[in-house]
């Protein structure tokens, strides 16, 4: 019988040889990747407490979060409780609906100067350097430990949340330091060794703050803050701290943004680095008044 | 007997509230503006005139209404450089006061 010779007979051992090789190089990759999960989805939060009055900060952060959100749906959510319970309860369900893990969780919240300490608030529940590190205040937090690792990072947007510095004495009041460091370092570990970035000055809710831009810098125009009592802040403008809870140290990000899918990024220069913003800020110093400050608030925090 | 009892409750009663609500041992005698030897503006109520010192409610009016426990403040003459006190149906009346209570003396009899 007379042998066919076609084009492929040919080359049969070459293709025997390529054959051979691809099914051993897939077996070899399938092997490494046996035992290993395959990478969690990562999911952004932003989480702003609910209003019961009108307060114009947390309206516009809220309402930028929630229009940004109507044309990325699905990259990041945005969460407004009335307690930590409540927060908890909403991001677990959906981490669980969507089999995912926490990739950012930005906290919006209001600073209070008046109380002399760094702090954020979800709801009426305050949380500062003491009360992040008792198990009873951060019962509802820790349900979130298990979804967060080392690659989550966690925004505290209250301003001073990451003061470091002491505020000086004023009258009856001693100098006191803000102790934002502590806070930093006890929401690392709450949340499982994540990065955690707080600022040391204001952080301001103007237009864009989803635009990964300088938004979040900025200076206040209202008359109380023009008093010598708030030098310390001013002087720190738009620096954020970083804690990386996996190195276990601090790291300097110049000023933090936010990204339209609510990730949290950092810009590479400082706020304070324009000219334009330095001499605005040279001018405002200038303005400094002693009495601009109702003391009466310091002494309504006691 | 019940009648000592009922007094006893109502006694009992009575101190309970007032605890809870210190606000009203006091009434209110106008605004106040202080400005401290430091210089730092205090704005508040004044709650009463002492000899020695001046009692301040560190809130307003609206806070004052709805009983928000602000602790009063008792500020002595030594401390005030100048203070600014609004009584009711009149307007805003400066006293310098510079630390001495004597400069005070005329306030004292008004507002008494």
Same mark, same amino acid.
């Given at each position: 019988? *007379? ?77 407004? #409780? ?91 009041? #001693? ?12 929401? &690392? ?11 040391? &000055? ?25 008093? !010598? ?23 300097? !990000? ?49 | ?51 020695? &010192?001046?009692?301040?409610? #560190? ?12 602790? !009063? ?7 005030? =450089?100048?203070?600014?006190? *609004? =009584?009711?149906?009149?307007?805003? *009346? ?19």
């Amino acid at each position: 019988m *007379k042998k066919i010779h076609t084009p492929l007979c040919r080359f049969r051992p070459l293709l025997l040889l390529a054959i051979s090789l691809f099914i051993l190089t897939d077996a070899i990759a399938q092997k490494a990747s046996f035992g290993q999960a395959p990478l969690p989805r990562r999911l952004n939060f932003i989480v702003s407490s609910k209003q019961k009055k009108f307060d114009q900060a947390a309206f516009s952060f809220q309402f930028q979060a929630l229009w940004m959100n109507k044309y990325h749906r699905g990259d990041y959510y945005v969460i407004l #409780p009335g307690s930590s319970k409540e927060m908890a309860k909403k991001i677990t369900r959906i981490l669980r609906r969507e089999n995912a893990m926490i990739g950012n969780i930005w906290f919006d919240s209001h600073g209070h100067f008046q109380r002399r300490r760094s702090l954020f608030e979800i709801g009426e529940e305050e949380f500062n350097y003491l009360t992040i590190r008792d198990s009873i205040f951060t019962i509802h937090l820790k349900k979130l430990t298990a979804y967060c690792d080392t690659n989550t990072n966690v925004g505290i947007g209250s301003c001073y949340g990451g003061a470091t510095y002491a505020l000086p004495a004023v009258e009856n009041f #001693p100098e006191q330091p803000m102790n934002g460091d502590s806070l930093m370092i006890g929401t &690392s570990r709450l949340f499982n060794n994540a990065t955690v970035y707080a600022c040391e &000055s204001f952080v301001m809710t103007g237009i864009g703050i989803m635009n990964a831009g300088y938004a979040f810098a900025g200076m206040p125009g209202r008359k109380k803050f023009k008093d !010598p009592v708030y030098k310390p802040v001013w002087e720190k403008l738009g620096e954020w701290n970083c804690y990386s809870g996996k190195k276990g140290a601090f790291e300097k !990000p110049v000023t933090v943004s936010l990204h339209h899918d609510g990730r949290i990024s950092y810009k590479q220069r400082n706020y304070l680095s324009f000219p334009k913003n330095r001499q605005k800020l040279e001018k405002r110093l200038k303005k400094f008044k002693r009495g601009n400050y109702n003391l009466a608030h310091l002494y309504q925090a006691v | 007997m019940k009648v000592i009892l009922l007094i006893i409750f109502w006694g009992s009663v009575l101190y309970l509230q007032a605890q809870g609500n210190f606000n009203r041992f006091y009434q209110p005698l106008g605004g106040i503006h202080l400005i401290t030897m430091q210089g730092n503006m205090l704005k508040g109520l004044l709650l009463g005139i002492k000899d020695t &010192s001046v009692i301040v409610y #560190p809130g307003t009016g609206k806070e004052w209404k709805r009983n928000a426990p602000y602790k !009063p403040i008792e500020f002595g003459y030594s401390s005030i =450089r100048e203070l600014s006190v *609004k =009584r009711r149906n009149r307007s805003w *009346k400066k006293y310098p006061v510079n630390g001495s209570a004597l400069l005070f003396t005329e306030f004292q009899k008004n507002g008494k």
